[in-house]
């Protein structure tokens, strides 16, 4: 019996270095990135007794000088109304404002899953093109992610309660523990995580599959899930050999990426380094340090964005390759035609770009 989470590894080879390599194209390969990016969530100002002394900062001899009057100026009347809230009140805010940012990460990670999966076919990267004609497909997508989310975290509730009622954690209190119960509580509550955990990747791995299936079958998430859990009840050995391939992949290729990342940070470390001491010993010159310090914020804020984005980037190469050994596993399991860049031999080069438009077509 042939394994065909062990025959799509050569054909993924294949197509990843097509995609990425013949020829290098380095605006292909940030674009990539960025999809990647998307898919893989008391101290202050002194007011001293009053509002009028912030106007104070930027004169000479003060540790904001050199900094404009009217940047001076913004910052304190924010502050000052920023102040006039309670603590409370600014951290569930705070809460709000990250829950929210969260959310709408997950929701455009959700449509890129779709432009993920439609570049790599066709080895065409268009990211606004592929977002707005995929976007109601990820807005799906996005609902059945939170409709799972609620659902994982009933389950560990479920599964959790029956455990702190036999520690006695909810009658008495963590305090009254014994060392015993504490252990049982902690053993406890990480075997819970670890079965939701296996869980969840085991959805998220049929959600994986239904993706393309739903872009292909032209059918919405939920009824291309549906489709992988059917086929899935025929042929489940498949599956299960393809978990546990996929699973050696990753670790695999994590040990690659590490290993390049590495070598990736000391490089990149070295070189943010030699710019921070420039900036800082030019700002210096001109500047007290306070204010020195404070225009760091924003470069250091760039530089941690520079610094996710080049990891990202490093790694982009093998979620290349993961992602193209699922879709060359899903076409030997699944019933579904998937309109493959390099399927010339199956129709002929002069047929493609029409094969293309009508597999690819957006739903009616």
């Given at each position: 019996m042939s394994w065909y989470v062990i025959d799509a590894v050569e054909r993924a080879i294949e197509r990843t270095r097509t995609c990425l390599f013949e020829p290098i194209d380095i605006w292909k390969w940030l674009k990539l990135t960025i999809i990647v990016l998307f898919i893989g969530g008391g101290g202050g100002f002194n007011s001293g007794g009053n509002s009028g002394s912030y106007n104070n900062y930027g004169g000479s001899g003060s540790d904001f000088s050199g900094i404009p009057q009217g940047f001076i100026d913004v910052v304190s009347n924010f502050y000052e109304h920023l102040m006039s809230y309670s603590e409370a009140t600014l951290i569930i805010f705070a809460i709000v404002l990250i829950f929210l940012f969260l959310l709408l990460l997950s929701l455009i990670g959700s449509v890129m899953e779709f432009v993920f999966v439609e570049s790599l076919v066709r080895n065409d990267v268009r990211i606004r093109e592929y977002f707005s004609r995929y976007l109601m497909k990820g807005v799906a997508l996005f609902i059945l992610r939170i409709i799972?989310?609620?659902?994982?975290?009933l389950a560990f509730v479920i599964l959790a309660l029956p455990l702190l009622f036999m520690t006695g954690i909810v009658d008495g209190g963590i305090d009254r523990l014994g060392g015993a119960s504490i252990m049982l509580l902690i053993m406890g509550l990480i075997a819970i995580l670890f079965i939701i955990v296996i869980v969840a990747g085991i959805i998220g791995s049929f959600i994986n599959l239904a993706i393309p299936v739903s872009l292909y079958s032209q059918s919405s998430i939920y009824s291309a899930l549906s489709r992988v859990l059917g086929q899935f009840r025929h042929d489940w050995q498949q599956i299960v050999v393809y978990w546990v391939g996929r699973l050696i992949l990753a670790i695999a290729a994590g040990i690659l990426v590490a290993i390049v990342g590495l070598?990736?940070?000391?490089?990149?470390?070295?070189?943010?380094?030699?710019v921070d001491v420039i900036l800082y010993f030019g700002f210096s010159a001109i500047l007290a340090d306070t204010a020195v310090w404070i225009l760091f914020i924003p470069i250091l804020i760039v530089e941690f964005i520079v610094f996710i984005f080049v990891m990202t980037f490093v790694g982009m190469p093998v979620r290349v390759f993961m992602k193209y050994h699922m879709l060359t596993f899903l076409q030997k399991w699944y019933p579904l035609d998937i309109p493959m860049f390099d399927a010339y031999h199956h129709i002929g080069e002069s047929n493609m770009d029409e094969w293309l438009n009508e597999a690819t077509a957006p739903d009616e």
């Open positions: 799972i989310g609620l659902g994982t975290l070598i990736a940070i000391i490089i990149l470390g070295i070189l943010l380094l030699i």
